[in-house]
């Protein structure tokens, strides 16, 4: 069989707490695979143990029982972190340094060095979309611009795997947006994607497969397609519908049996209303 990108099995992590209290069980009993080339959500309110999970995978935190590998191997071994880029979920980063010296202080600790390194920070600004903000200190950056040279520290080293930690957390819907392609467009680049979120309608419509935890527990896995479809039901989104035909289709409803439990106008998400509202804004003011 070929080596999951990710592997967690039979995991369980237990903070003790002092003073007599009751430890706290962050994971429980966790199973995961996640398959190469895959954009992987792991989701779940917080608290539920995401954050936990990953730093396990990454060898960060050692679990209490069970066992987690990095392309079939071990996470508590070095090599298992070597194709690996990681976006921690508040990432700490030097604000009176410039975006480019960001990610040169991050290439060098990866040992990249002289004409490569320059040419990484270069492809990755450009990949971001910070090349115009790259002389500026991360002080005057946005949360959303944070978030991408964050994104931007993680693929340094050029990884087969990138774990994100709430990489669209606290950024406006433009921002998300931007996350969120960014991230498809690494899936499209053969970069196998792990990222947790308690945001699920955010991250939904990137991800391949889903795991729902709650309680430190996995509640629901699979694609989401699947996870969300009500399984006895169907709708039609007709488009230049007469009066009359929209009473034909119920009458015939009617006439079988199956029943009519809605019908009303389609609507767009809050989001999509907000994102072509602001746009159309911009370019007025341009
Ligand atoms: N180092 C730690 N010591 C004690 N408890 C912790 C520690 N890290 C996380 N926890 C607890 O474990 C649970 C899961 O936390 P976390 O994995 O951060 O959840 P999430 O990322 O889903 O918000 C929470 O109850 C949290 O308080
Ligand atoms: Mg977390």
Redesign the pocket.
């Known amino acids: 069989m070929i080596d999951a990108a990710v592997a967690v099995s039979g995991l369980t992590k237990v903070?003790p707490?002092p003073f007599h209290r009751q430890p706290?069980v962050?994971?429980r009993g966790l199973d995961l695979r996640v398959q190469a080339g895959e954009v992987y959500g792991l989701l779940?309110?917080?608290?539920?143990?995401?954050?936990?999970?990953l730093k396990i995978i990454l060898g960060l935190?050692s679990p209490t029982r069970g066992h987690t590998e990095i392309f079939g191997h071990d996470s508590r071994l070095v090599e298992s972190r070597e194709a690996v880029g990681f976006l921690p979920?508040n990432p700490y980063f030097y604000k009176y340094l410039t975006g480019e010296e960001t990610l040169r202080f991050f290439g060098r600790l990866c040992g990249l060095s002289g004409a490569r390194l320059k040419k990484r920070i270069d492809e990755l600004l450009e990949l971001v979309g910070l090349t115009n903000a790259r002389d500026r200190r991360l002080g005057t950056y946005s949360k959303g611009m944070l978030q991408r040279i964050g994104l931007a520290q993680a693929l340094i080293n050029e990884p087969k795997l990138v774990l994100l930690?709430e990489p669209t957390a606290g950024v406006d819907p433009a921002g998300s947006r931007e996350i969120r392609n960014l991230i498809v467009d690494l899936k499209r680049s053969g970069i196998t994607v792990l990222l947790?979120s308690?945001l699920l309608a955010q991250v939904q419509e990137i991800c391949d497969r889903v795991a729902i935890?709650a309680n430190?527990v996995l509640v629901r896995e699979g694609q989401l397609a699947e996870l969300i479809a009500i399984e006895n039901q169907t709708e039609f989104v007709v488009a230049n519908a007469s009066s009359h035909l929209v009473e034909e289709i119920e009458s015939l409803i009617g006439r079988s049996n199956a029943q009519l439990i809605e019908r009303r106008r389609s609507t767009t998400t809050l989001e999509r209303l907000f994102l072509d509202a602001t746009k159309n804004h911009e370019a007025r003011n341009k």
């Open positions: 903070f707490v706290i962050a994971v779940g309110p917080n608290g539920s143990g995401k954050s936990t999970t935190v979920e930690d947790s308690h935890l430190g």
